[in-house]
């Protein structure tokens, strides 16, 4: 691996229980899964490495990505003394079996799944480890007290919940500290402003990590954005989010497409690029092997 230039992406903590990480996350799920087919393993090694180099040190993968592919090539990009250079960040709480989607969080299947994915990522412990769905039949209470036990055994160092109600958050709260939870936020996804944002800001101490996803081609036009970008398309759970995608993203692209080539994007120009995003999901969505992360954003 390169040696690391300087670094410039910030570093943050998480929560309350200690947790430091990099401001700006690298999220793992396009290259193995969701956008198109899985991209080739060397070049995505690549990219997790150039990330890091760069300062990006939280990865974030899940076992459901692939299935269970992703955190295999992780795991990968982790060898030759990486892992000790990063915050490793999973998730569980999402399988298939027999062709049907299920979401479990029964104690049984969240020891199973932590033991599953330190196997696949080669590691002993998982620095946060995400409950990914919330199992409705089974009281977070149970579920998160499991996790405590993880915690206690040193196989997780920190939970996180994704996609939890305000709550959901708060009486996981009171099992066990949690130290971030995983929403999107973005300018065409607002709901958690509402009650999530202000339920982890003011009540918790605890960090909303925040997911969105990065497109840029200036040969994209407004009228062809489905086909060239169908969002999400293996899943039909999310058909309605790609129907509100295609309405509104269109102006969106149209502010990027005007951008003059060669400027940067600034946080304070474009609030989707760095004032609204923690974790900014680099997902090679548009059919690009290589990705070029760019640091400048945070240079001010």
Known sequence: MATAPVTVVPRLKLGSQGMEVSAQGLGCMG????????????????????AVAA????????????????????????????????????????????GKREVRGDPAYVR?????????????????????????????????????????????????LSEASASTIRRAHAVHPITAVQMEWSLWSR????????????????????TAHLVEDSSLKEQNWLTHYQTRTSARIYLDFNQR??????????????????????????????????????APSLGQQKLKISTKMWEH
């Open 55 to 98: 300062g990006v040190t939280l990865l974030d993968s899940s076992d459901i990505y692939g299935p269970h592919t992703n955190e295999i090539l992780l795991g990968k990009a982790l060898l030759g003394g990486v892992r000790e250079r990063v915050e490793l960040a999973t998730k569980f709480g999402i399988s298939f079996a027999d």
């Open 191 to 210: 709901d958690v402003e509402e009650d999530i944002i202000p339920t982890c800001r003011e009540n918790l101490e605890l960090e909303l990590l925040l």
């Open 112 to 160: 199973a799944a932590c033991e599953g994915s330190l196997e696949r990522l080669g590691v002993s412990c998982i620095d946060l480890y995400y409950q990914h769905r919330v199992d409705t039949r089974v009281p977070i209470e149970v579920t998160v007290g499991e996790l405590k036990k993880l915690v206690e055994e040193g196989k997780i160092k920190y939970i996180g």
């Open 31 to 50: 290259m193995s899964a969701f956008y198109g087919p899985p991209k080739p393993e060397h070049d995505m090694v690549a990219l997790i490495h150039h």
């Open 245 to 282: 995608v295609s309405r509104r993203m269109p102006r969106y692209l149209s502010v990027l497409m005007r951008w003059p080539q060669g400027k940067d994007a600034h946080h304070h120009n474009l609030p989707w690029l760095g004032f609204t995003i923690r974790e900014a999901m680099f």
